[in-house]
């Protein structure tokens, strides 16, 4: 069964940076690409970035400039990390995986993680 | 602006069919990537509702269609449920953006 989770704190101050973990199980994340999307309250999907754990990654170019993709492929994480935040970055968070290549459905999320910018 | 355009929302009676359109571009959906579907129900994680175009993952039932066609596709419910309102995306590839577009969402009331 494979399963995705999210973790972080869900109170970040603006300018300081966002830190997310995607904590994947039941796959190896060595064999998928996997993205971060976030969907700011009460608004659509957006899609942020994915990698694969290879080295390849790509960005929103919205975001591209702020945004960082890492993977740990001895715990089967991967983060995220998004810098200079804004009152506008505030979001629910989800990772999930691509079903084979980067241009293919999402087939798991996670629940999500709700992320507020605020002081 | 999504790069991906659906209409902000739709409606049907219980039994009713239903369509839901997304257009793209010739960087996207005309550029031959697959368009696939998600559900998300209220206070949820979106849910893959039809990958490539028209296929339905395990557990989705067969009142669930899509089509693609150019630029743009659909999504075709049909004997409307209750259970169906929900938020629907659809998402793409972009070959200029290199990397994945969904649509702005349309929210699907029974009424």
């Known amino acids: 069964q494979v399963q995705l989770q999210e973790s972080g704190p869900g109170l970040v101050k603006p300018s300081e940076t966002l830190s997310l973990t995607c904590t994947v199980s039941?796959?190896?994340?060595?064999?998928?690409?996997w993205s971060w999307i976030w969907q700011p309250p009460g608004k659509g999907l957006e899609w942020i970035g994915y990698?694969?754990?290879?080295?390849?990654?790509n960005y929103n170019p919205s975001l591209k400039s702020r945004v960082t993709i890492s993977v740990d492929t001895s715990k089967n994480q991967f983060s995220l990390r998004l810098s200079s935040v804004t009152a506008a970055d505030t979001a629910i968070y989800y990772c999930?995986?691509?079903?084979?290549?980067?241009?293919?459905?999402?087939?798991?999320w996670g629940q999500g993680t709700l992320v507020t910018v605020s002081s | 602006q999504s790069v991906l355009t659906q209409p902000p929302s739709v409606s049907g009676a219980p039994g009713q069919r239903v369509t839901i359109s997304c257009t793209g571009s010739?960087?996207?959906?005309?550029?031959?990537?697959?368009v696939h579907w998600y559900q998300q129900l209220p206070g949820t994680a979106p849910k893959l509702l039809m990958y490539?175009?028209?296929n339905r993952p395990s557990g989705v039932p067969d009142r669930f269609s899509g089509s693609k066609s150019g630029t743009s596709a659909s999504l075709a419910i049909t004997g409307l449920q209750a259970e169906d309102e929900a938020d629907y995306y659809c998402?793409?590839?972009?070959?200029?953006?290199?990397?994945?577009?969904f649509g702005g969402g349309t929210k699907l009331t029974v009424l």
């Open positions: 999930a995986r691509h079903n084979s290549y980067n241009y293919e459905g999402l087939d798991y």
């Open positions: 039941g796959v190896s994340i060595t064999s998928y690409y």
């Open positions: 990698f694969y754990y290879s080295g390849t990654t």
């Open positions: 010739s960087s996207n959906i005309g550029a031959y990537y697959d």
């Open positions: 490539r175009n028209k």
């Open positions: 998402q793409s590839y972009d070959t200029s953006l290199s990397g994945v577009v």
